[in-house]
């Protein structure tokens, strides 16, 4: 039944793929995959496989590789993803030897690619459980381990219709999970090589901390000035935030919208009734006449919360909240949307008080009045957001520990 669902969900995609550019680039780039092993694997080298489907498992297993980089160096990286936003990304980072797509996971595809790749080690970030892929590691005596993965009883291995399919999960040397919960619904299939050892995007976040860049543009945008820093936002966060900007002139605006695209980039600025630039076209100038610093291109978000005394996460009033802990990890309260049931981080971040649920604009400035006019509680709440993050680094350390290189 899985590989007749495999191939079903295979030609539905090239199907898409006909009339959608993102699909056409996957299809296109799922092709040359196999040459791409044969131009490019070594046959006397030692490769670590890690697979991670998008850009966010990638940051989830980055603090692997970065580790395993640094201290065993003779070992090269196999880096696959599965969908374009995780490949276009990153298909240049420097910390892989071999980056590529990973095909869909037919028997066919799946023994030629570990016959090709032949990886002395394999790391599935988070929510990948590809059964032929893991069936011929398995065969090849290769092992095996899941990293940052959670599971929920509502998942397809816990449900009287998962059949048999669980037994994916006995094809792993072991699984390092985020929490107590998942390793006891995996003792209830009685799979018990299991380690709770958090999740690894802690590591990462707080490495981005560490290199965090110094942006001239917007220290001199910032100067006193208290700042919000909205991140990823999408127009129903927009339509919040940027009311209560226009009327409250003591505060200063960083949006980095999620979509950067002249269309939403027009709506936003159509919105606001305070002055604005765009930061890429900012001058030591104009910069200090704005109110707010419009983020119209990629990579700096991460650095930019660094600037914020409050910040706001979006995608919470649609497709899920986006990265909270890279704003959380400065040690300023975080403000989002109601859509974060899935996301862990989020739910017990809103449990240490230090981040806070909104489902309204009401909501939202009953908070912000309160942050915006009392100190100690805005100092308070910072370091009880920033304290959380560092509470729960060391899972990338537990993971090295646990592996034998």
Same mark, same amino acid.
């Given at each position: ?109 799946a ?18 459980f590809?059964?032929?892929y ?60 299991v ?16 290199q ?10 910032k ?34 919208p ?8 027009? #709506?936003?600025? /159509? @919105? !606001?009734?305070?002055? &604005? =630039? ?8 104009? +910069?200090?006449? %704005? ?15 660094r ?71 805005? #100092?308070?709440? /910072? @370091? !009880?957001?920033?304290? &959380? =993050? ?8 537990k +993971?090295?520990? %646990?592996?034998?290189?």
């Open positions: 039944m899985y590989n007749f669902v495999i191939y079903i969900y295979l030609f539905a995609v090239k199907l898409v793929s006909l009339f959608n550019p993102k699909v056409k680039l996957m299809v296109k780039g799922h092709s040359e995959v196999f040459d791409i092993l044969k131009s490019k694997i070594e046959k006397d080298k030692k490769y670590i496989w890690f697979h991670a489907a998008s850009l966010g498992e990638f940051e989830q297993g980055r603090p692997l590789m970065e580790r395993i980089r640094r201290q065993y160096p003779e070992y090269k990286i196999l880096l696959t993803f599965f969908s374009p936003s995780g490949y276009e990304v990153r298909k240049n980072y420097q910390g892989a030897d071999v980056i590529c797509y990973l095909p869909f996971d037919t028997p066919r595809n023994r030629r690619f570990v016959k090709l790749a032949n990886p002395c080690m394999a790391f599935f970030i988070k929510y990948e590809w059964q032929n893991l069936k011929n590691l398995q065969k090849h005596h290769v092992p095996t381990y899941s990293v940052s993965s959670i599971f929920r009883k509502n998942q397809v291995f816990f449900r009287w219709y998962g059949g048999k399919y669980f037994k994916v999960l006995t094809r792993f040397t072991h699984l390092f999970v985020q929490n107590e919960v998942s390793k006891e619904l995996l003792a209830t299939l009685n799979i018990r090589n380690d709770v050892v958090g999740d690894t995007r802690f590591d990462r976040v707080i490495e981005i901390f560490e965090a860049k110094q942006l001239p543009l917007v220290e001199q945008f100067k006193n000035s208290m700042v919000m820093v909205a991140g990823s936002s999408w127009q129903p966060d927009e339509d919040i935030f940027i009311r209560y900007f226009n009327e409250h002139p003591e505060m200063k605006l960083i949006i980095a999620h979509v950067i695209g002249e269309s939403h980039l027009t #709506e936003i600025i /159509g @919105k !606001l009734k305070r002055p &604005y =630039v765009r930061y890429t076209q900012a001058t030591p100038e104009n +910069v200090e006449q %704005a109110d707010c610093l419009i983020i119209d291109c990629f990579g700096l978000l991460s650095s930019i919360y600037y914020g005394e409050i910040a706001y996460v979006g995608g919470g009033f649609g497709v899920g909240i986006h990265n909270v802990l890279e704003a959380a990890v400065y040690g300023i309260p975080v403000l989002f949307g109601p859509n974060n049931l899935r996301f862990q981080e989020a739910r017990q971040l809103l449990e240490t008080k230090g981040c806070f649920e909104i489902h309204n604009y009401e909501e939202f400035k009953e908070k912000m009045d309160r942050l915006m006019t009392d100190a100690p509680y805005l #100092e308070k709440c /910072g @370091k !009880l957001s920033g304290d &959380y =993050v560092k509470q729960h680094a060391g899972a990338s350390d +993971v090295m520990k %646990a592996v034998r290189l």
